[in-house]
């Protein structure tokens, strides 16, 4: 069976990561081995009225995978698995990891679109999904999937009535008809994410080597142990929550984690309250309605002791209320699913943990900050954010004209992302070159939306810019030429939607205009857009 392709560290880097005992040779699945070795009977998960021991993690996770192995699925396949957050999400995860099947855990908030995009990148030969999910309401668009994807033929989906469907059912006692095992630790474990900046959405090789070494080494850095308990607000097969250090970071130590369906204060706090959550992981716009929230509830978030916030930029004047308004202390984390993680340290002063996106987690990580010549500014100096090392990725899946702009000659990945490097290492982002709108966390690829509206009989061209929202950071404004000055945005959203697109992609605001203007290059200039956005011309709505 043939291994997934990907984008490999040049042999000397491996090696030096080997040396340094960053990449051990173990799977991903190791962990809960370990655990069950160490504490077979402790809670791993509680979701719902549910506790699912360490053993049970283990052996319902095993179970599906020699059922998969049973059918033939195996090493080197890539399975497409949408679940919210439900301990099944985990379960499904290590399932797939035993049997050596790479998948994409899509997010729950991902539509059509989306799913079709990842999809016919990897040709999963599974489905893993949810009836709760609209999408999987009915067999349209399971029966669409196997259409394009011929080599797709099994699919699982929780909470269907057919036993044989049933992911419950996948998860029972089998006998083994034919041995399994993880993909060799150098190799693809599963995709991440991409936030994106282009038409398509873009997939992450991650590797065990790599993957378990940014946990562990999280892990280190925010002191989890057995004594933690994790709430999982944000979606859970996102980067953050699953690895910085997240569920794994939990699972590795013994720790617990709490499954929360949403941010929100109303779900979060009485989960907190319930089982005594002492550390959750936020994006600064769920952070503000907690801090609005937390005044009338300062006993129900008594247990909290950290407090981690990234995914955007988190405002001073918010971090600095955090200690007061949460009882706890504030870590400021800036990652992408790419590799990179900035975390600040627990013993840091107010200045960095308010002022900073932290420092990178390894000694290994190589940080460039340079012009648009691509040459180091002066140290000090804004200038965009170049990255490489042990868990960082050396090329997007089957990208190959992409990853030539992505990544330089040496293997330094362009995050998009505006930075001045401080004296002391630490990290501040103060903006973004990428053509990406980062909506409370949530990640946009403006051209993804230009094209779509485009594909509409009555727009001519179409921009997409960020627009400063008080709640969520930033929110989305299209610019839009049309045949039909009196094109409404309802029918706009309404025909995003029926191509089937995420919902927290369609654009907040639309607005008219007669002509794009154009940069000195020939470009769209995004920069007068933002400007002109900001100030609130013309709006229709
Ligand atoms: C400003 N921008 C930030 C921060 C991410 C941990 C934490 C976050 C992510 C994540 C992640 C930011 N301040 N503190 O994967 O493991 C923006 C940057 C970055 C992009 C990556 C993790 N933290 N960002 O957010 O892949 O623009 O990962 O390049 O979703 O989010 O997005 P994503």
């Given at each position: 069976?043939?291994?997934?392709?990907?984008?490999?560290?040049?042999?000397?880097?491996?090696?030096?990561?080997?040396?340094?005992?960053?990449?051990?040779?173990?799977?991903?699945?190791q962990?809960?081995?370990?655990?069950?070795?160490?504490?077979?009977?402790?809670?791993?998960?509680?979701?719902?009225?549910?506790?699912?021991?360490?053993?049970?993690?283990?052996?319902?996770?095993t179970?599906?995978?020699?059922?998969?192995?049973n059918?033939?699925?195996?090493?080197?396949?890539?399975?497409?698995?949408?679940?919210?957050?439900?301990?099944?999400?985990?379960?499904?995860?290590?399932?797939?990891?035993?049997?050596?099947?790479?998948p994409?855990?899509?997010?729950?908030?991902?539509?059509?679109?989306?799913?079709?995009?990842?999809?016919?990148?990897?040709?999963?030969?599974?489905?893993?999904?949810?009836?709760?999910?609209?999408?999987?309401?009915?067999?349209?668009?399971?029966?669409?999937?196997?259409?394009?994807?011929?080599?797709?033929?099994?699919?699982v989906?929780?909470?269907?009535?057919?036993?044989?469907?049933?992911?419950?059912?996948?998860?029972?006692?089998?006998?083994?008809?034919?041995?399994f095992?993880?993909?060799?630790?150098?190799?693809?474990?599963?995709?991440q994410?991409?936030?994106?900046?282009?038409?398509?959405?873009?997939?992450?090789?991650?590797?065990?080597?790599?993957?378990?070494?940014?946990?562990?080494?999280?892990?280190?850095?925010?002191?989890?142990?057995?004594?933690?308990?994790?709430?999982?607000?944000?979606?859970?097969?996102?980067?953050?929550?699953?690895?910085?250090?997240?569920?794994?970071?939990?699972?590795?130590?013994?720790?617990?984690?709490?499954?929360?369906?949403?941010?929100?204060?109303?779900?979060?706090?009485?989960?907190i309250?319930?089982?005594?959550?002492?550390?959750?992981?936020?994006?600064?716009?769920a952070?503000?309605?907690?801090?609005?929230?937390?005044?009338?509830?300062?006993?129900?978030?008594?247990?909290?002791?950290?407090?981690?916030?990234?995914?955007?930029?988190?405002?001073?004047?918010?971090?600095?209320?955090?200690?007061?308004?949460?009882?706890?202390?504030?870590?400021?984390?800036?990652?992408?699913?790419?590799?990179?993680?900035?975390?600040?340290?627990?013993?840091?002063?107010?200045?960095?943990?308010?002022?900073?996106?932290?420092?990178p987690?390894?000694?290994?990580?190589?940080?460039?900050?340079?012009?648009?010549?691509?040459?180091?500014?002066?140290?000090?100096?804004?200038?965009?954010?170049?990255?490489?090392?042990?868990?960082?990725?050396?090329?997007?899946?089957?990208?190959?004209?992409?990853?030539?702009?992505?990544?330089?000659?040496?293997?330094?990945?362009?995050?998009?992302?505006?930075?001045?490097l401080?004296?002391?290492?630490?990290l501040?982002?103060?903006?973004?070159?990428?053509?990406?709108?980062?909506?409370?966390?949530?990640?946009?690829?403006?051209?993804?939306?230009?094209?779509?509206?485009?594909?509409?009989?009555?727009?001519?061209?179409?921009?997409?810019?960020?627009?400063?929202?008080?709640?969520?950071?930033?929110?989305?404004?299209?610019?839009?030429?049309?045949?039909?000055?009196?094109?409404?945005?309802?029918?706009?959203?309404?025909?995003?939607?029926?191509l089937?697109?995420?919902?927290?992609?369609?654009?907040?605001?639309?607005?008219?205009?007669?002509?794009?203007?154009?940069?000195?290059?020939?470009?769209?200039?995004?920069?007068?857009?933002?400007?002109?956005?900001?100030?609130?011309?013309?709006?229709?709505?």
């Amino acid at each position: 069976m043939s291994l997934v392709p990907f984008a490999r560290w040049p042999e000397a880097f491996a090696e030096r990561y080997r040396r340094a005992g960053h990449w051990r040779g173990e799977p991903l699945s190791q962990m809960l081995a370990d655990r069950v070795s160490a504490q077979a009977d402790a809670i791993a998960i509680v979701c719902g009225g549910r506790e699912i021991s360490y053993a049970e993690l283990d052996t319902a996770s095993t179970h599906f995978a020699r059922r998969l192995a049973n059918r033939g699925v195996g090493q080197g396949d890539r399975a497409l698995v949408q679940l919210g957050n439900q301990a099944e999400l985990y379960i499904v995860f290590f399932a797939l990891i035993k049997a050596g099947i790479a998948p994409v855990n899509a997010l729950f908030s991902h539509n059509r679109l989306e799913l079709m995009a990842y999809a016919s990148q990897i040709r999963p030969r599974l489905l893993v999904a949810s009836r709760a999910h609209s999408l999987f309401a009915d067999d349209e668009f399971a029966e669409e999937l196997s259409e394009l994807i011929p080599e797709l033929d099994t699919a699982v989906l929780h909470d269907d009535p057919q036993p044989e469907l049933r992911l419950q059912r996948w998860l029972e006692p089998v006998t083994a008809e034919r041995s399994f095992s993880p993909t060799p630790a150098g190799e693809v474990a599963f995709f991440q994410l991409s936030g994106g900046s282009t038409g398509t959405p873009k997939l992450i090789p991650r590797t065990h080597d790599d993957y378990l070494y940014s946990v562990r080494r999280s892990v280190e850095i925010c002191e989890f142990d057995h004594h933690t308990r994790y709430l999982c607000a944000l979606p859970a097969a996102h980067n953050f929550p699953l690895s910085s250090p997240g569920a794994l970071g939990v699972f590795l130590v013994g720790g617990r984690v709490v499954l929360s369906s949403d941010p929100g204060p109303a779900s979060c706090f009485p989960l907190i309250a319930q089982h005594r959550v002492n550390v959750t992981a936020l994006v600064p716009s769920a952070l503000s309605l907690w801090l609005q929230a937390a005044p009338t509830h300062r006993t129900e978030i008594a247990s909290l002791e950290l407090v981690q916030v990234g995914g955007a930029k988190l405002p001073e004047s918010q971090a600095r209320c955090v200690p007061q308004m949460l009882g706890c202390r504030l870590q400021q984390v800036f990652g992408m699913a790419e590799g990179l993680v900035n975390y600040t340290r627990l013993d840091d002063s107010d200045e960095r943990v308010y002022l900073t996106q932290g420092r990178p987690m390894s000694p290994d990580d190589e940080v460039k900050v340079v012009d648009r010549a691509g040459k180091p500014v002066p140290a000090g100096e804004v200038g965009a954010l170049m990255t490489r090392g042990p868990y960082t990725i050396r090329g997007y899946f089957q990208s190959p004209e992409h990853n030539a702009n992505a990544f330089d000659a040496e293997g330094f990945y362009r995050s998009g992302d505006l930075v001045r490097l401080r004296e002391d290492g630490y990290l501040v982002v103060v903006g973004r070159i990428k053509d990406q709108i980062n909506r409370g966390g949530e990640k946009i690829a403006a051209e993804e939306v230009e094209n779509l509206l485009m594909a509409h009989p009555a727009v001519a061209q179409a921009a997409l810019v960020s627009i400063p929202d008080d709640a969520m950071g930033e929110k989305s404004c299209a610019y839009i030429v049309s045949f039909d000055a009196h094109l409404k945005s309802t029918a706009l959203r309404k025909f995003l939607r029926g191509l089937g697109l995420a919902d927290y992609k369609l654009p907040d605001r639309f607005v008219h205009i007669d002509a794009l203007p154009m940069t000195a290059v020939g470009k769209v200039d995004k920069n007068y857009l933002r400007r002109r956005a900001a100030e609130q011309l013309t709006v229709t709505e």
